[in-house]
C-alpha cells in the first residue's frame, strides 16, 4: 500500500522538470502554497486514499492563476487559463509511473473562482490506481 505522502512523492516527480512547472511562474509544492503568493503555483494534495491489492487514491493538483485587473475590476485570465488547462490535462490525465496509472475517466477537471482574493484555480482531481501485487 501507498501512504499520502508515496503518492504525493510520485506525483511530484510526473510534475518535476515537466513544461507544465517550466511553464508556471511560482512554485511547485506538496504541502501548502506559499504565503501571500501572487504567482501562479501548483499545489499536490491527497483527498482520499484507499487499501487493498488495487487501491484508488484521489489527488488534487490544483494550479492557481492571478486575475488581471482591467478598468480596476479583476476578471478571469482566461487565455493564460486555457493554456495550463491544456498542458496539465496531457501531462497528468494519461500518467503512469512506478506501479501507478491515473483513471482519466474517473478524473476531472474545473476552473474555480478562489473566494477572498483576485485569482482562479484549475483543480485537477486525479484518480490514481495502484496496484500492490
Do not use: W
Amino acid at each position: 500500500m501507498k501512504s499520502d505522502i508515496e503518492i504525493k512523492d510520485a506525483i511530484y516527480v510526473v510534475i518535476k522538470g515537466s513544461s507544465l512547472e517550466k511553464a508556471v511562474t511560482g512554485k511547485l509544492k506538496k504541502t501548502k502554497r506559499p504565503t501571500s503568493s501572487d504567482k501562479e503555483d501548483i499545489v499536490i494534495s491527497i483527498l482520499d486514499n484507499g487499501s487493498g491489492q488495487m487501491q484508488k487514491a484521489f489527488v488534487n493538483v490544483n494550479i492557481y492563476v492571478p486575475d488581471y485587473i482591467r478598468d480596476g475590476q479583476a476578471e478571469e485570465n482566461t487565455i493564460r487559463l486555457r493554456e495550463l488547462c491544456k498542458m496539465s490535462y496531457e501531462l497528468l490525465f494519461n500518467c503512469r509511473g512506478d506501479g501507478f496509472r491515473v483513471d482519466s475517466k474517473g478524473s476531472k477537471q474545473r476552473v474555480l473562482e478562489v473566494s477572498g482574493k483576485d485569482e482562479h484555480f484549475i483543480n485537477n482531481k486525479l484518480l490514481i490506481q495502484i496496484s500492490n501485487e
